[in-house]
């Protein structure tokens, strides 16, 4: 076992945020690397606001693949990839509902991520269809309320 804490954070990170715990745990403040529990905490933040995002992106990419290229698929396909991306559009949602109930202070960032997602949003859609990008709208054509209702899956006129 390591005793000095700077090798222990360079080489078992795990092992470095259990043996903070245990020093906050028995309020040995003093033997506390403050900067370093200072630099995880803002990446951990910094994390979930990009997790958020990235929920995001994927969700609306599936929702567009969904509006602009579901119907134009030839049976099975069309079954094929609705029941595909109809799962994968509710489990997306149930992992922005999670993180958000995890972590409620995201809320007011919720319009920030969608906004940052779109653009990559777009772009997977466009690789995954092949699709020029100019096919889709420029702005996110769905709120924030119908990107967080299960049962909201776009008509191929739906643009909000």
């Not at 995001?56 to 991306?85: G, V």
């Not at 991520?113 to 990008?133: H, I, M, W």
Request: contains cysteine.
């Amino acid at each position: 076992m390591m005793n000095n804490s700077a090798t222990l954070y360079e080489q078992d990170f795990y092992g470095w945020i259990q043996h903070h715990i245990r020093l906050l745990q028995q309020r040995k403040l003093a033997e506390l690397e403050i900067e370093l529990l200072i630099e995880e905490l803002e990446s951990i933040a910094k994390r979930d606001r990009y997790e958020l995002t990235s929920y995001f992106s994927l969700l609306i990419a599936y929702l567009l693949k969904w509006q602009f290229s579901l119907k134009q698929l030839d049976e099975p396909w069309q079954t094929f990839h609705e029941h595909s991306w109809r799962s994968f559009i509710l489990e997306r949602r149930y992992q922005i509902n999670s993180l958000l109930e995890m972590s409620p202070s995201l809320k007011p960032h919720l319009l920030e991520a969608v906004n940052k997602a779109y653009s990559k949003a777009v772009k997977l859609a466009s690789d995954e269809t092949g699709f020029p990008v100019k096919t889709f709208p420029s702005t996110c054509p769905y709120t924030l309320e119908q990107l967080l209702d299960e049962k909201f899956f776009p008509d191929q006129e739906t643009i909000a």
